[in-house]
């Protein structure tokens, strides 16, 4: 199964990286080529989006926390900045459809979750 969703994963997302060079071993992908890969389009982008992605990222985790498990302004605030975070990279990889769409989907279930802790 999950070398299924990982094939599904990298055949659309290697299509938004055509300009890029992917070396492949027996025609896959290795996980630690697929990292490398993320780490290298990441530290292509602009110190805008890499902030944005990076506060989102970390006020995700940290106000998921079961520290604050009590407060539900915080909980809601975290579903948000991965709303933020989903949304990011749903415009970012607005070329391919279906990858946007998949963020896009994301985004609004976190925002959907979002106001259900608020009420």
């Known amino acids: 199964m999950f070398r299924e969703v990982f094939r599904w994963i990298t055949d659309y997302w ?11 071993i027996e025609g896959r992908c290795t996980l630690m080529q697929w990292i490398k890969l993320m780490i290298k389009v990441f530290l292509n982008e602009p110190l805008w989006f890499k902030i944005l992605i990076s506060i989102t990222f970390l006020a995700s985790i940290i106000l998921s926390s079961s520290f604050f498990t009590n407060h539900a302004y915080l909980r809601s605030c975290s579903k948000l900045a991965a709303a933020i975070f989903f949304c990011a990279y749903a415009i970012k990889f607005r070329r391919n459809f279906k990858t946007a769409l998949l963020f896009f989907a994301c985004s609004v279930l976190c925002i959907l979750l979002s106001i259900s802790l608020l009420f």
């Open 14 to 24: 290697y299509s938004s990286f055509t300009c890029l060079a992917l070396s492949r």
